[in-house]
């Protein structure tokens, strides 16, 4: 069974970091563009970073760039999203994500697989 788990959420405060850990199990995810997406309370889900298939092409959104990094290990199967200079208004649920399409267009409909989610709260 395919199976997606994230790890490495918790409580921070503002300006620090935690990094985000991604565990792909049941199949090789290893032909999939990876990303992370988040939902806030009373919020939809929304897209924050992407990463292809090789590792070789990233994507951010705005909100996120230049603070967050995503990168992956095919070897291991894991994809991490490292998170710095932490806001209150980056708190919600990260979620992990495969899809069959590129890297660039991923989307939240677009979505093979998706974990469970881990919590990332940012006191101010």
């Known amino acids: 069974q395919e199976q997606l788990v994230e790890s490495g959420g918790g409580l921070v405060q503002a300006g620090g970091s935690l990094r985000l850990s991604c565990a792909a199990s049941g199949r090789t995810f290893s032909r999939y563009a990876m990303g992370w997406f988040r939902r806030a309370p009373g919020k939809e889900r929304e897209y924050v970073a992407a990463?292809?298939?090789?590792?070789?092409?990233?994507y951010y959104s705005d909100s996120v760039k230049g603070r967050f990094t995503i990168s992956r290990d095919n070897a291991k199967n894991t994809v991490y999203l490292q998170m710095n200079s932490l806001k209150p208004e980056d708190t919600a649920v990260y979620y992990c994500?495969?899809?069959?399409?590129?890297?660039?267009?991923?989307?939240?409909?677009?979505?093979?697989?998706w974990g469970q989610g881990t919590q990332v709260t940012v006191s101010s």
């Open positions: 990463i292809s298939w090789s590792g070789g092409r990233t």
């Open positions: 994500a495969a899809s069959p399409t590129t890297a660039q267009a991923m989307s939240v409909i677009k979505i093979d697989y």
